[in-house]
């Protein structure tokens, strides 16, 4: 394909790997629902965040969008419009030159910290949704303290396929456009 028509929109192999992807990420939740707030979804977002870039939104809010479908637009899920987003930013404002040492630690903290401060990034659209002031809203922050506690830490551990699967995605990808170019 030639390099101008790639910069006026995604490619038909973009859209059919996105939408597995996203497809990766519900059903890996699905699978993983037994445990509560146990899950890869914060893993998959950077991964696919430090593999695509801004491209990355489009698996994320497939995942968002059949989520939705499957277990309804209900105000549970006006959240997952923008939770999901503020760790494919913060993902995507850090540095790209870090040392392979630093992004070890750096990416599973990151997605840790995402999990342990869910509950907070979810609060203001339950206060909107809800009419919560302020005492309300931290009562159901301080609530969810222990399921947070349980996300944050689960997330810190599958943080650590991260880079690895980086690296996979990364490789898969060179290869397809190594073979699509000798073709």
């Known amino acids: 394909m030639h390099a101008s028509s ?5 490619t038909v192999y973009e859209l059919v790997l996105f939408a597995m992807l996203g497809m990766v990420m519900f059903v890996s939740k699905i ?5 509560p707030n146990i899950h890869l979804l914060g893993m998959l977002t950077m991964v696919y965040t430090l593999t695509f870039r801004s491209k990355a939104l489009i698996p994320i809010y497939i995942y968002v969008f059949v989520n939705g479908l499957y277990a309804g637009f209900a105000v549970w899920w006006v959240p997952y419009l923008y939770v999901w987003t503020i760790l494919w930013a913060v993902t ?24 342990l401060a869910f509950g907070v990034l979810y609060a203001p659209a339950q206060a909107l949704m809800f009419g919560f002031n302020l005492e309300q809203t931290i009562a159901w922050i ?9 996300h944050g830490i689960s997330n810190f551990a599958v943080g650590f396929m991260i880079l690895p699967l980086v690296n996979l995605l990364n490789k898969l990808n060179q290869q397809l456009h190594r073979s699509r170019t000798t073709t």
Do not use: T
Not at 6 to 10: A, I, P
Not at 142 to 150: N, R
């Open 92 to 115: 995507m404002l850090l540095p790209q030159r870090m040392p392979r040492w630093l992004r070890y630690i750096v990416y599973p903290l990151v997605c840790g910290l995402h999990g």
């Open 31 to 35: 699978v993983m629902e037994f445990l």
């Open 6 to 10: 790639k910069k006026r929109g995604l």
């Open 142 to 150: 301080l609530s969810g303290i222990p399921f947070d506690i349980i």
